[in-house]
């Protein structure tokens, strides 16, 4: 699997229209706690579905980004932050130590 990069708010405007399910991770490069998020994320996302894109965000790059993924998603700003979309709604907000691989799936699973 492979992250697809966010730089632009015409990207988030695009996930927010798209059908199906999509994958949105807001992460701070110069947090220590965001990258072992991250990374342990990436150790389990093999058990993800394949066809389920998922988007990367750095925060540190792309500030007023985020600010547009809340607004467009209604949810708070937090780093690290992991949003499951469908259809255009946020349907899961994970921040932190929440954010794994299981809790993704266990929505996937209802």
Same mark, same amino acid.
């Not at 807001?26 to 579905?49: G, Y």
């Not at 949003?83 to 907000?93: A, H, K, R, V, Y």
């Given at each position: ?7 632009? *708010? ?10 199906? /399910?999509? $994958? ?17 994320? %990436? ?6 579905? =394949?066809? &389920?894109? &998922?988007?990367?965000? #750095? $925060?540190? =790059?792309?500030?007023?980004?985020? +600010? %547009?993924? =809340?607004?467009? !998603? !209604? ?7 992991? $949003?499951?979309?469908?259809?255009? %709604?946020?349907? /899961?907000? &994970?921040?932190?130590? #929440? ?5 993704? &799936? +266990? *929505?996937?699973?209802?």
């Amino acid at each position: 699997m492979e992250w697809i990069a966010i730089e632009s *708010v015409n990207q988030v405007r695009d996930i927010r229209e798209q059908q199906g /399910l999509s $994958l949105l991770f807001k992460h701070s490069t110069r947090c220590s706690i965001s990258a072992m998020v991250k990374r342990r994320f %990436e150790k389990d996302w093999e058990q993800l579905p =394949a066809d &389920l894109p &998922l988007y990367y965000l #750095d $925060l540190i =790059a792309f500030r007023e980004i985020s +600010s %547009e993924v =809340a607004n467009i !998603f !209604f949810v708070h700003h937090e780093s690290p932050q992991l $949003l499951l979309i469908e259809n255009g %709604e946020c349907i /899961l907000d &994970l921040s932190h130590g #929440d954010v794994t691989v299981e809790e993704v &799936l +266990s *929505v996937l699973a209802n």
